[in-house]
């Protein structure tokens, strides 16, 4: 029985939890939003007096008639607590109906509300600010924190495009909820996969820190997320020969210089970025060579500058790496 666009309520009998005498209790199902709660009537009869079709116990006996009446009196008490949840919540359940009728449902704002729940991106807040007090304490990089903040403002333009809401409670995403976000991030959005799936991964931790917290498991702890490895061109070493050999203007040759640095000690940009002098050092065969301290990992890594035969760095003025690669080759 449809009650609005998004409430049903039916009722039904339980084979399963059938009396040794035959009997099986009665119930109303309440589907909101999709998600289901169940009202135990307290009333049991045989299987063969109920009627599926009208949801109504069959006969004109006078136990039956008290039946069919109790049916409809928690059909309209049902929906006499949907309508007052209407003007209380601006998002609510299933189960909040099925403790609204039960007696059990404390108004909102009062202390202790157990159905205080936690919005979705409340929950990404919560993630964001657990990492951020580990960024402080040197535990996480700057740059973790920045690629959660674009992955909240991803996710906040997902529930726009899905639910045309900022925001929605926990309780509301379900299995599919994974789905739904790579089919947006790639198709709407025009993300790679690698990338979308980046997005969802994330969305997986959040949840995963929220289940036992706010809700009672992680509705998308079965979505895989997979890496596609992509496809990089690699230079060979006569093609890094001539890049080496090259005659370039001052500002490209800076570039190019950095640009080799990084091919032969295997680091990345922002790492040769934030080298200093003191990371240079030169090992026992008379070799520069660069240490690199990871934050993260709290390591240090060797890696050999060869086949620089020139002196590696010029000093001008500053300790950063970058700005004294400049002419460091040739």
């Not at 198709?187 to 969305?203: F, G, H, Q, S």
């Not at 929220?210 to 070493?237: H, M």
């Not at 993260?296 to 890594?301: A, D």
């Amino acid at each position: 029985m449809k009650v609005c666009e998004n409430l049903s309520i039916t009722f039904l009998i339980e084979k399963p939890e059938m009396s040794k005498d035959g009997r099986v209790p009665i119930y109303a199902r309440i589907t909101y939003n999709g998600q289901r709660a169940e009202i135990s009537l307290g009333a049991r009869i045989f299987p063969e007096q109920w009627d599926k079709l009208a949801c109504r116990v069959k006969g004109n006996s006078p136990d039956a008639l008290l039946l069919n009446s109790q049916i409809t009196q928690t059909k309209a008490k049902i929906e006499r607590h949907f309508f007052l949840l209407t003007t209380q919540y601006e998002f609510f359940t299933a189960e909040m109906i099925r403790k609204a009728y039960k007696g059990k449902l404390v108004e909102p704002g009062k202390e202790g509300d157990p159905d205080d729940k936690k919005t979705f991106m409340q929950a990404v807040d919560f993630e964001i600010g657990r990492l951020k007090e580990k960024q402080q304490k040197g535990l996480r990089a700057k740059s973790t924190i920045t690629k959660w903040e674009t992955t909240r403002a991803k996710l906040t333009a997902f529930l726009l495009h899905k639910y045309k809401k900022a925001d929605i409670p926990l309780e509301m995403i379900r299995s599919n909820f994974a789905e739904d976000m790579f089919h947006y991030f790639t198709v709407e959005d025009e993300l790679d996969t690698n990338t979308a799936m980046k997005y969802i991964r994330n969305t997986k931790q959040v949840l995963t820190t929220a289940t036992g917290r706010w809700i009672k498991s992680n509705p998308i702890r079965d979505f895989r997320c997979t890496y596609k490895q992509p496809e990089r061109d690699v230079l060979t070493i006569q093609e890094i020969w001539k890049i080496y050999k090259r005659s370039l203007i001052k500002r490209m040759d800076q570039v190019r210089d950095v640009f080799l640095f990084s091919c032969f000690t295997g680091l990345a940009y922002k790492e040769v970025y934030n080298l200093t002098l003191d990371d240079i050092v030169t090992g026992m065969t008379a070799t520069a060579g660069s240490r690199s301290t990871v934050s993260r990992l709290e390591i240090q890594r060797m890696f050999p500058s060869y086949p620089f035969r020139k002196p590696l760095l010029k000093n001008t003025g500053t300790t950063s790496v970058v700005a004294n690669l400049t002419v460091c080759y040739r």
